[in-house]
């Protein structure tokens, strides 16, 4: 048991990655498969799970003790059901019951976001921290805390949506309904937006951009924007730090609420590095309540890249094999 193996799984809006984890959190054996379209049954993304699930099982050299699944979307607080994934086709969901039917070993369900901040304070850059918080900046922006070891998942289970705090009256629409929310401004598709708006405004400032994308706006995708920023492109640079200051802004709100020791910064966004998070250190210092007469936490990169979910959401079911009575 103790050299034992977990599955963990990370649902995406384009990826279903799976990978098989030892105890150390490393990823010994990997499998994917693209995401069915949100228009296909619930049972068609099932289905896909199970697949990889099987796939690994039959890669794995030593027992397989569970198979942890991450998922964006809504999980309830009961760890089996997905309330609501925006990307899938799952409305109240009862995954982990459909799942287990069809999987041999033990299944926990989580939020994607919850198994990331995990993973980086289990194995990665928050290590040995008491109080985690963790912003995962993709398309949009995905959170968790991590306090006194175990997840903070709120009363019904869906804690960290900190993308939908209001930083902008009146500002940005937002597919949540409302407007100004965070992730419009600190997000990979806040990023782009900005960038294609000087695009298609003939701005001079975009010429480099427009070279890279063939003078197509559409074209142009956030990994691009870091890639120019990287090879000196001064406009890049400059998006990736307006990105950065809505970053520290942010965080600050953050830290006025929940008085982490660090601040992990994941997601595709982050891949950027000190381009994004000088600044929003910076602006994180500019706006912290009580700067100057308070401890403040660090705001570090996240360490597993693109794998912390599934690393994480494999450590988490191990955790409730080992947790779970031996009766049950
Ligand atoms: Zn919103």
């Known amino acids: 048991m103790s050299e034992a193996l977990a599955v963990g799984i990370d649902i995406g809006g384009t990826k279903v990655a799976g990978g098989l984890v030892d105890l150390d959190g490393v990823v010994v054996a990997r499998a994917r498969r693209d995401t069915p379209h949100r228009s296909k049954s619930p049972v068609v993304v099932e289905d896909t799970i ?19 699944i991450g998922a964006a979307g809504f999980v309830a607080a ?7 994934a925006p990307h899938l086709s799952w409305r ?14 033990p299944i926990s369900v989580d939020n994607d976001a919850n198994a990331a901040a995990w993973a980086e304070w289990r194995f990665g850059a928050a290590r040995g921290e008491s109080h985690v918080v963790m912003v995962n900046l993709g398309t949009g922006i995905g959170g968790a805390m991590v ?3 175990a997840i903070m998942r709120g009363r019904f289970g869906i ?18 309904g409302n407007r100004g929310c965070w992730e419009q401004y600190a997000s990979g598709n806040a990023l782009v937006r900005e960038a294609r708006s000087l695009m298609t405004a003939n701005s001079p400032l975009a010429t480099d951009l427009l070279g890279r994308v063939d003078g197509d706006p559409s074209a142009l995708t956030g990994p691009m924007i870091t890639q120019a920023a990287r090879e000196g492109d001064p ?16 965080i600050a ?3 006025a609420a929940f008085d982490p020791g660090v601040f992990v910064i994941g997601g595709g966004v982050s891949a950027a590095g000190d381009l994004l ?19 403040e936490p660090q705001i570090l990169a996240a360490e597993l890249g693109n794998e912390a979910g599934l690393i994480g959401a494999a450590d988490l079911a191990r955790q409730d094999v080992v947790d779970r009575p031996a009766s049950s």
């Open 277 to 295: 998070l000088e600044p929003a250190r910076i602006a994180f210092r500019r706006s912290l309540t009580g700067r100057g007469y308070r401890p």
């Open 253 to 255: 709100n953050l830290a």
């Open 50 to 68: 199970v697949e990889v699930v099987t796939e690994l099982l039959g890669m794995a050299d030593r027992e397989v003790v569970a198979v942890g």
């Open 92 to 105: 109240d969901e009862p995954l982990e019951a459909n799942l287990q039917r069809r999987v041999p070993v």
């Open 235 to 250: 406009t890049a640079t400059e998006l990736l730090g307006e990105i950065g200051q809505w970053l520290g802004v942010g």
């Open 147 to 149: 306090v006194g070891g």
């Open 159 to 176: 804690a960290g949506e900190f993308g939908h705090m209001q930083v902008v009256p009146g500002g940005q629409r937002c597919e949540c």
């Open 78 to 84: 009961d760890r089996a059901t997905v309330v609501f």
